[in-house]
């Protein structure tokens, strides 16, 4: 039985002894208590909002981004930087893309412009015969790795939407990146199911991801902010091309709300010729 010694100007009131507490009320209290300090999540909850990160994105707007592919094959590791930005609402984005220096030590090749759109990747200083003055269009659709790998850089908006598949979610702890607050997530996606639990406008893209790697299941890293959204996501492909290569590809988030343009080039900017693997 607890007794309260309750004071008003003062005074000693006397003791008070206390109700004791209903078996519902009892549950109440503890989960308040419980709910005063930090708790890490359950596996439930993780995996709720990993699932989530797309959508939390879309309602964001746009955000900058910094990406980085590492490629490992054959004992030879080379890394693709990329920056740019990503309007997640209106599903479009731009990024420049540095590639590294060759292996002879001469200067790498002139940055890549991607402009990434559903369906379609854009290029503008591709190389391989293409005129210095002329964009390639590529349908990703048509791409056996559906543009996860093949630009240099995984389109963040496929990067986030490989998460609504996430499985075997656990929570790693909690960090921070540039000062921000996040849980740091690790578990495993399925392309082909993320493909259909994709919208409409992503879905050939992944489809034709989940045929053309060797491997559908894919390990990633995901980072949460406070409010769900992803800062930062870091998934591990694999595939065949020539012998088997790894690739990390590190996307990372920031600047939520900042204006993104983007503009599409006319159709006589767009090279038609034959262009070089």
Same mark, same amino acid.
């Given at each position: 039985?607890?007794?309260?010694?309750?004071?008003?100007?003062?005074?000693?009131?006397?003791?008070?002894?206390?109700? #004791? *507490?209903? +078996? /519902?009320?009892?549950?109440? !209290?503890?989960?308040?208590?419980?709910?005063? @300090? =930090?708790? %890490?999540? $359950?596996?439930?909850?993780?995996?709720?909002?990993?699932?989530?990160?797309?959508?939390?994105?879309?309602?964001?707007?746009?955000?900058?981004?910094?990406?980085?592919?590492?490629?490992?094959?054959?004992?030879?590791?080379?890394?693709?930087?990329?920056?740019?930005?990503?309007?997640?609402?209106?599903?479009?984005?731009?990024?420049?893309?540095?590639?590294?220096?060759?292996?002879?030590?001469?200067?790498?090749?002139?940055?890549?412009?991607?402009?990434?759109?559903?369906?379609?990747?854009?290029?503008?200083?591709?190389?391989?015969?293409?005129?210095?003055?002329?964009?390639?269009?590529?349908?990703?659709?048509?791409?056996?790795?559906?543009?996860?790998?093949?630009?240099?850089?995984?389109? #963040? *908006?496929? +990067? /986030?939407?490989?998460?609504? !598949?996430?499985?075997?979610?656990?929570?790693? @702890? =909690?960090? %921070?990146? $540039?000062?921000?607050?996040?849980?740091?997530?690790?578990?495993?996606?399925?392309?082909?199911?993320?493909?259909?639990?994709?919208?409409?406008?992503?879905?050939?893209?992944?489809?034709?991801?989940?045929?053309?790697?060797?491997?559908?299941?894919?390990?990633?890293?995901?980072?949460?902010?406070?409010?769900?959204?992803?800062?930062?996501?870091?998934?591990?492909?694999?595939?065949?091309?020539?012998?088997?290569?790894?690739?990390?590809?590190?996307?990372?988030?920031?600047?939520?709300?900042?204006?993104?343009?983007?503009?599409?080039?006319?159709?006589?900017?767009?090279?038609?010729?034959?262009?070089?693997?």
């Amino acid at each position: 039985m607890v007794v309260h010694q309750q004071r008003r100007g003062g005074r000693d009131r006397g003791p008070v002894v206390a109700v #004791p *507490l209903t +078996a /519902a009320a009892t549950v109440l !209290a503890v989960t308040a208590i419980a709910g005063c @300090g =930090e708790s %890490e999540p $359950s596996a439930a909850d993780g995996t709720a909002a990993v699932r989530a990160a797309a959508d939390v994105l879309a309602r964001s707007g746009s955000a900058r981004a910094r990406t980085a592919m590492e490629m490992a094959t054959g004992g030879t590791r080379v890394t693709i930087r990329g920056e740019g930005g990503v309007d997640f609402r209106n599903r479009m984005g731009q990024l420049l893309v540095m590639l590294p220096a060759d292996v002879t030590g001469k200067p790498g090749h002139r940055p890549i412009t991607e402009l990434l759109t559903p369906g379609a990747l854009y290029m503008k200083n591709r190389g391989a015969g293409v005129p210095e003055d002329k964009w390639v269009r590529v349908d990703t659709t048509t791409l056996a790795d559906g543009n996860l790998v093949t630009g240099g850089a995984t389109d #963040p *908006l496929a +990067a /986030a939407e490989l998460l609504r !598949a996430a499985d075997g979610v656990t929570y790693v @702890g =909690e960090t %921070e990146l $540039s000062g921000t607050k996040v849980r740091h997530y690790r578990g495993t996606t399925d392309i082909a199911r993320a493909a259909r639990s994709a919208p409409a406008h992503l879905r050939g893209a992944l489809e034709a991801a989940a045929k053309g790697f060797s491997k559908d299941t894919v390990p990633f890293d995901a980072y949460l902010d406070e409010d769900g959204r992803l800062r930062k996501v870091r998934h591990r492909f694999s595939y065949v091309n020539d012998g088997p290569i790894d690739v990390s590809s590190t996307t990372l988030l920031y600047g939520f709300g900042t204006p993104v343009t983007v503009v599409l080039p006319d159709g006589a900017d767009i090279y038609a010729g034959k262009i070089a693997e």
